[in-house]
């Protein structure tokens, strides 16, 4: 079956613009989780959506957003990038979620460079 | 606050020594821990998820234990191999139902 599924896999952008990512979940899976992966910081959790839902959310500012349609795709978006925005970011499915001991799956990552 | 730390940073072997990464962390009232695989650029390879109830886990030249009491994970990888290299973290739920993920072990196996 499919796995998890990112566009754009690279991405450059200005300061001050946002940007919109997406993430396609494996088929039946309803939980998708965001994540940010800089040198830096190493790997932060973004927020979760389970069923069109934000159920988690991390320590980021509100120029963090998300969404999550009826199919379970979802899409993040970053208003005003900072050139700190620029990080790999990853997104996870799984079947019900953090917290209840299922396997996360996660795609290649979308490498977002700001310039 | 949940803090997870991965022990060694880095590590170079030579290919068919048997392996232990370490994973700790601060607060032992987690759910589970699991540990991924990672290459690099890409995304994040699930190895074993051990539920808080459970011991350990195994998975073919991998082998994953777990003490909660003292906050402790090991990571055993058998026979390594150079298709082994690669980054590997380990990551814990709690209450919060936010994983908290460590910053990894750089691995390299070279022939």
């Known amino acids: 079956k499919a796995g998890v599924t990112q566009t754009p896999r690279y991405l450059i952008k200005t300061r001050g613009q946002q940007v919109t990512l997406s993430c396609s979940p494996i088929?039946?899976?309803?939980?998708v989780s965001w994540y940010q992966q800089t040198p830096g910081q190493g790997l932060q959790f973004l927020f979760e959506?389970?069923?069109?839902?934000?159920?988690n959310k991390g320590n980021f500012p509100g120029r963090f957003s998300g969404r999550q349609f009826s199919n379970s795709r979802s899409e993040m978006n970053v208003s005003t990038l900072e050139l700190g925005d620029s990080a790999l970011y990853l997104c996870?499915?799984?079947?019900?979620?953090?917290?209840?001991?299922?396997?996360?799956?996660f795609g290649q990552g979308t490498r977002l460079t700001v310039v | 606050k949940q803090e997870v730390t991965q022990i060694p940073a880095a590590l170079s072997v030579p290919e068919g020594e048997n392996l232990v990464l370490n994973c700790s962390f601060t607060?032992?009232?987690?759910?589970?821990l699991q540990w991924f695989r990672q290459d690099p650029g890409k995304g994040l390879t699930s190895l074993l998820l051990?539920?808080?109830?459970?011991r350990e886990q195994t998975s073919g030249r991998l082998n994953a234990s777990l003490d909660k009491s003292s906050g402790r994970s090991t990571l055993y990888i058998a026979a390594s191999q150079p298709g082994d290299s690669a980054t590997y973290l380990c990551?814990?739920?709690?209450?919060?139902?936010?994983?908290?993920f460590g910053r990894g072990t750089s691995l390299i196996v070279h022939p």
């Open positions: 088929s039946g899976h309803r939980s």
């Open positions: 959506y389970f069923s069109e839902t934000q159920r």
């Open positions: 990551a814990v739920e709690g209450g919060s139902y936010i994983p908290t």
């Open positions: 996870a499915s799984s079947l019900v979620g953090t917290g209840v001991n299922t396997e996360a799956f």
């Open positions: 051990i539920q808080s109830s459970q």
């Open positions: 607060d032992s009232a987690i759910y589970n």
